[in-house]
């Protein structure tokens, strides 16, 4: 006697828009973006749990951060997230990016308390990692990127603060940071008026950031030093022109690599596909005027989950992310 067990049929949005030939290697056109979850205020910061074999994405008003997995979709996995004050904070209070370090532990950016913390995904109990620099409290820090050799690094603009970049409470200008091994926080960029998302290349050589900006919608390149530092930054891909003339809804924010160096950064009309020469090679189209805020590669590394507004979708590529 044999079971069959019938696969969910999830309902679909948008498009896979095609610039390059080349793309048809990497994610098909004929692709289907499928919508997950719904009824979020503004989900940011996937992040695939290969252990447990399910995906964790931060609710950032919400202040909650959720968990999904194809038996059971959407529940609650931590709430409070990322404030644990009295009071009211701001409107983006909660934790936004996400990542799970060597250790198997969950690493936050933590908007409302404003720091970078880790956590146990089995006992709980939370350790703060880094909460300022030189003694002046971060802003909110946004997303987290941890290198092989064990340092994270980390960027700090104003969005989780109550009145943003003109909020009385802050202490810092925006910069990229990076914690140490040994605890120590160092300032490794600060040409940067909105930095946000952040992803290493293959070869850990590159710094890849993003900078959430209207009249500056970059992807900027940093050179990894051997001693951890960031040489001078160039501008990798430039999508300014897509806000200002094409109109297109979102700027660039989180963004994940594949085995072969491809960007899959969230920006101007959805999921960018960006070669490692730089070169636009199609995008991920959500659709609707609705914005992407950040990707995660899960399963078995091919599928590529997207956070969108109130969305949580996903896409299945030909290719593989980093870390599978």
Known sequence: MSTIHAQKVYPTLGKITQFDTTLGSLLPVDSRIEILS??????????WNKKGKYLLFSDVPANTIFKWDESEGATVFLSPSGYTGLGEYSDEPGSNGLTINKKGE???????????????????????????????????????????????????PPYGLAKKDKDPSRELEFGVYRIGTDGEVTLVANDLIRPNGLAFSPDEKTLYVAQSHEESAIYMAYPVNED?????????????????????????????????????????????????????????????????????????????????????????????????
């Open 38 to 47: 719904s009824g979020y205020v503004w989900s940011e910061g996937p992040i």
């Open 228 to 324: 951890g530092s960031l040489g001078k930054g160039s501008i990798f891909f430039d999508a300014t022109s897509m806000v200002k003339n094409e109109q297109l809804t979102g700027l660039p924010d989180g963004m994940k690599i594949d085995k072969k160096g491809n960007l899959f950064a969230t920006g101007p009309g959805g999921v960018l596909i960006i070669s490692p020469a730089g070169k636009l090679l199609g995008r991920i189209e959500i659709g609707g005027g609705i914005p992407t805020s950040n990707c995660a590669w899960g399963d078995d590394g091919s599928t590529l989950y997207i956070t969108a507004d109130m969305y949580l979708c996903r896409v299945k590529t030909l290719t593989t992310g980093i870390g599978f």
């Open 106 to 156: 969950l690493v936050a950016c933590e908007h409302g308390d404003r720091r970078v913390s880790s956590m146990s995904l089995t006992k709980g109990g939370k350790r703060t990692l880094a909460d300022n620099y030189k003694g002046k409290r971060f802003n909110s820090p946004n997303d987290v990127v941890q290198h092989s050799g064990g340092a994270y690094y980390f960027t700090d």
